[in-house]
């Protein structure tokens, strides 16, 4: 099962890339914020074309987050919300596959 088109996958990509030359230009903080701002439009983009276990995963998970929070407001409970996140992707992803999920 496709989950994303080529053309969705190509503006997830274009976004990846110009996030990458931005980032050189600035502060070191920004870049977990582009990168959750990636994992948020892959979610959006996919949410429609997944399992019911990982729509749930995706719409509980990267919302305990803010779209503009960056670590430097909290530093620790930044890192703390991040650890959450990984934590949750991993028991999905164990989940996941157990179950042969993963076409």
């Not at 088109?5 to 903080?29: C, G, H, K, N, Y």
């Not at 914020?33 to 509980?60: D, G, K, N, W, Y």
């Not at 987050?65 to 409970?77: K, L, N, V, Y």
Request: net charge negative; proline share 5%.
């Amino acid at each position: 099962m496709l989950v994303m088109s080529e053309d969705e996958a190509l503006e997830l990509l274009a976004f990846l890339v110009t996030a990458a030359r931005t980032q050189i230009d600035e502060a070191p903080e920004y870049a977990p914020m582009r990168l959750l701002t990636a994992a948020r439009r892959l979610s959006t983009t996919i949410a429609e074309r997944v399992s019911p276990e990982t729509r749930q995963m995706l719409t509980e998970s990267l919302t305990q987050i803010a779209t503009i929070e960056t670590p430097r407001t909290d530093p620790d409970g930044y890192r703390e919300k991040l650890d959450t996140l990984c934590g949750a992707l991993a028991r999905h992803l164990v989940a996941h596959f157990r179950q042969g999920g993963g076409d």
